[in-house]
């Protein structure tokens, strides 16, 4: 190995594909340049609950997923969107853009399902009883949060 790299840990080796495939050169290269394997130990030593399968427990991720959906519709639509012209605007996205209907409709869409799906999460936190110590500080900041989500959704009804 070049001299210029770091030295991959032994138990890194273990945990990586054999040397001999692209899949296992390409991670010791990039393990060698960047020494993330602390970072990626301590998540492969991470346990999941035994309650982690149930539908209750994904909705955070679903949320997470939907409002990564947002932000790509979100800047899509920005790209298009005038806000001296808005009525003209979101015309011109409906009738010329390519695919501006069905970019429009998943923004629209994915911001109805997320706020229902965080509904869905602190509700199933708040049964859960998953609000108490250690964890409170948690608790508070998925309500600002919350809040603010509500207050984002609300302003975007405002924008046509």
Same mark, same amino acid.
């Given at each position: 190995?070049?001299?210029?790299? @770091?030295?991959?840990?032994?138990?890194?080796? *273990?945990?990586? $594909?054999p @040397?001999? %495939?692209?899949? /296992? *050169?390409?991670?010791?290269?990039?393990? @060698?340049? #960047? $020494?993330? &394997?602390?970072?990626? *130990?301590?998540f492969?030593?991470?346990?999941v609950? +035994?309650?982690?399968?149930?539908h209750?427990?994904m909705? /955070?991720?679903i949320?997470?997923?939907?409002?990564?959906?947002? +932000?790509?519709?979100?800047v899509l639509?920005?790209?298009? #969107?005038?806000?001296?012209?808005?009525?003209?605007?979101v015309n011109?996205? =409906?009738m010329?853009?390519p695919?501006? %209907?069905?970019?429009?409709?998943?923004?629209?869409?994915?911001a109805?399902?997320m706020?229902?799906?965080l509904? =869905?999460?602190m509700?199933? %936190?708040?049964?859960?009883?998953?609000?108490?110590?250690?964890?409170?500080?948690? &608790?508070?900041?998925?309500l600002?949060?919350? @809040?603010?989500?509500?207050?984002?959704?609300?302003?975007?009804?405002?924008? $046509?």
């Amino acid at each position: 190995m070049d001299e210029r790299f @770091a030295r991959i840990p032994e138990d890194a080796e *273990k945990a990586l $594909p054999p @040397a001999t %495939t692209r899949l /296992g *050169k390409l991670s010791r290269a990039l393990l @060698a340049r #960047y $020494p993330i &394997w602390p970072v990626v *130990k301590f998540f492969l030593g991470k346990r999941v609950p +035994i309650h982690g399968q149930s539908h209750w427990y994904m909705a /955070g991720g679903i949320a997470l997923f939907l409002f990564l959906v947002q +932000i790509c519709t979100g800047v899509l639509l920005m790209v298009y #969107y005038r806000p001296d012209q808005p009525w003209a605007s979101v015309n011109r996205i =409906v009738m010329e853009v390519p695919y501006g %209907t069905l970019i429009r409709s998943v923004h629209h869409w994915a911001a109805n399902l997320m706020i229902l799906t965080l509904f =869905v999460h602190m509700l199933s %936190t708040f049964f859960m009883k998953a609000y108490r110590p250690p964890r409170e500080l948690t &608790w508070v900041t998925g309500l600002l949060l919350l @809040a603010l989500t509500i207050l984002f959704n609300f302003s975007n009804y405002l924008l $046509p």
